[in-house]
């Protein structure tokens, strides 16, 4: 349920698409449908940050998009201030799907591919301000570009305003990027590995740029990467959640010095293990997982669809799907039975390959 400094609310969100097939094996089959997000819910309040963290195909960017409208879900709902974004875009409801659209901006992970070639700096920003702001003068929007390029620090900003994208380097085009989606003063910013292609020191300076103009402008982040480390720099700093994902559902989110000094998800342990340049407060050396093979995402595990890989999976965790809740309150929650002390998974016999541990032994966030 929304609530009053909800920005985006996803109930139940499920995103499923058709696997890709050859010619012959089209005709041989229906396709395969692929369960890109399955049953996540998740509220961003206003002036948040929350960092979805996961491996390569868990779902986070689709998840990332449905949050904003660019992806339609195939079950759930997704709703901006209350109002259900795709009933909105169906001419239903109260709010407009255009201020929707223009409230929800993103900055992709490659911002060279996202600019225009052709277009210098200064063209590419009047753009969106003038299909926006019809009733902008051309030099009040001018001035508007040239104030924002001084302030994400591309001095003189007259000089960058005329170059083309090949003329900057990554990190400029990173800032380009960032100004063109606080031109339309949004509500949420989806940055989808925003700093992947960054070197450390850019990523750094990058991520503090956000934090800095996520300040000034009050604007929410929904914040993906795959790296752990840049996943705690910004929520940390920011006051915000991590969230982990794994095959398509979320399964722990929390404030992220909770989640990443006491996991409550077997899969957060293995994020954090794998995760070289955090401070892991001495963690074992051997991986905390069973299995390095990532179920397929057509045909995931029944369960906790951890339990192939969990090496503290029991036979109830083949049986039943627990569920993680992101509640009112931004506490530290996960999708697992090991966290409540009177579960039946303390009863249920261990799976094939793992060691028993008992209550005494679990670490209990």
């Known amino acids: 349920m929304s609530r009053a400094n909800d920005v985006v609310t996803l109930d139940d969100v499920a995103v499923h698409f058709e696997k890709e097939q050859g010619l012959i094996e089209s005709f041989r089959s229906d396709p395969d449908r692929v369960r890109a997000v399955d049953g996540v819910s998740l509220s961003i309040p206003e002036n948040d940050v929350v960092a979805l963290v996961g491996e390569s195909g868990c779902g986070k960017t689709t998840l990332g998009k ?4 660019a992806e339609r879900p195939t079950d759930g709902s997704v709703q901006y201030r209350g109002q259900d974004i795709w009933e909105a875009r169906d001419g239903e409801g109260d709010v407009p799907f255009e ?8 900055i992709h992970q490659d911002p060279g591919s996202s ?8 063209n590419s ?3 969106p301000l003038k299909r926006w702001e019809e009733d902008m003068e051309t030099e009040d929007r001018r001035a508007r570009i040239l104030r924002m390029l001084e302030r994400v620090g591309m001095e003189p900003p007259g000089d960058y305003a005329q170059r083309y994208p090949h003329q900057l380097s990554g990190g400029e085009q990173q800032r380009v990027a960032l100004v063109r989606a606080l031109l339309m003063n949004p509500d949420l910013i989806l940055a989808d590995e925003a700093v992947s292609a960054l070197d450390v020191s850019l ?9 800095e103009l996520q300040a000034q402008f009050d604007t929410s982040f929904l914040f993906i990467s795959h790296n752990l480390s ?3 720099y910004l929520a940390e700093n920011a006051g915000g959640r991590v969230g982990i994902m794994y095959l398509g559902e979320l399964v722990e989110i929390g404030p992220a010095d909770d989640v990443l000094q006491d996991p409550k998800h077997p899969y957060t342990k293995v994020l954090r ?6 401070d892991t407060g001495g963690e074992v050396d051997e991986p905390p997982i069973r299995n390095i093979d990532i179920p397929d995402p057509v045909n995931p595990p029944s369960g906790c669809r951890f339990h192939t890989r969990c090496p503290e999976a029991r036979e109830v965790c083949k049986e039943r799907t627990p569920s993680v809740d992101d509640d009112t309150d931004r506490g530290h929650s996960a999708a697992c039975f090991r966290t409540d002390p009177d579960h039946d998974y303390w ?3 261990p799976v094939e390959g793992t060691e028993p541990t008992s209550i005494e032994g679990n670490v209990q966030g």
């Not at 201020?99 to 993103?106: A, C, D, F, M, N």
């Open 66 to 69: 449905a949050a904003i409208g």
């Open 99 to 106: 201020e929707i659209r223009r409230s929800l901006q993103i």
């Open 115 to 122: 600019l225009n070639p052709n277009r210098t700096v200064m």
């Open 125 to 127: 920003l009047a753009a």
């Open 203 to 211: 990523r750094v300076e990058i991520m503090d740029l956000m934090l």
């Open 230 to 232: 840049n996943a705690r």
């Open 273 to 278: 293990w794998a995760t070289a340049d955090l």
């Open 347 to 349: 009863d249920s016999p």
